[in-house]
């Protein structure tokens, strides 16, 4: 038998290692990238200063932060609440996503009345428009995590293949909530304060955790629920 000297690791183990500290070092990114960029919109935004500085202030709340949150804590590898059972982390994603919702609807509010004071139209440009869009969806997807959560008395036959759609299209909402952020920092209020380079930055830091998150769902979920079925 093959002898083997004594603090040597086997290539493949080192590789998987490394391998996990880089998944848990980029979700762990990811948190921080969604927290960040939502405090630096806040304070871009100056809420208090108008009506309209209240509408960026409750969106990142809703999209960049507590959506991204309620979907990053089911990571294995790099969740805050690692330590909860999957069923305590179905009711932080639950109570995450409604925080979105409010969020979202705030931010709607805010916006509608702040264009109507101003005597300004509505839904003139394309962030307007796939922003009602990922609201109308956001509130679907909320409807179809409730029939989840009662499956008997929502009286869903298929549990396995309901679940697979909500995390196929709640994967396709995050990345509509992410194309609503850029298309944000095309509006003039955005660019007449950030500008050159900084702004090519800022518009990398949303796609940051919809790369984690997109990787998260597509090789540690859909697979397994694919094979349920």
């Known amino acids: 038998m093959p002898v083997l000297e ?3 690791v086997p290539a493949s183990t ?3 290692r490394l391998t996990c500290w880089l998944r848990r070092g ?5 948190h921080l990238v969604a927290l960040g960029f939502t405090v630096f919109l806040t304070v871009l935004s100056r809420p208090g200063t108008s009506l309209f500085s209240w509408h960026p202030v409750f969106m990142a709340l ?10 990053l804590l089911f990571s294995p590898e790099h969740s805050p609440f690692f330590f909860c059972s999957r069923k305590a982390r179905i009711w932080l994603h639950c109570v995450g996503q409604a925080l979105a919702i409010l969020c979202a609807a705030l931010g709607l509010g805010f916006i509608i009345s702040s264009r109507t004071r101003s005597e300004l139209p509505h839904l003139v440009s394309w962030h307007s428009w796939v922003g009602i869009l990922t609201l109308l969806a956001t509130g679907g997807q909320a409807l179809c995590g409730l029939r989840l959560l ?3 008395a929502a009286r869903v036959s298929r549990v396995a293949r309901l679940k697979l759609y909500h995390l196929t299209c709640g994967l396709v909402i995050y990345l509509m909530a992410t194309v609503t952020v850029l298309l944000s920092m095309y509006s003039v209020w955005f660019q007449a304060q950030i ?4 702004w090519y930055f800022c518009l990398a830091l949303p796609l940051y955790p919809a790369l984690v998150i997109m990787h998260q769902i597509s090789s540690s979920y ?7 079925i």
């Open 150 to 152: 009662c499956p008997r």
């Open 14 to 16: 080192r590789e998987s």
């Open 62 to 71: 809703a999209f960049c932060f507590c959506m991204a949150e309620a979907i």
């Open 6 to 8: 004594v603090g040597l």
């Open 195 to 198: 500008k050159g380079a900084a």
């Open 222 to 228: 859909l697979p397994r629920k694919k094979v349920e």
């Open 26 to 30: 980029s979700g762990i990114l990811a």
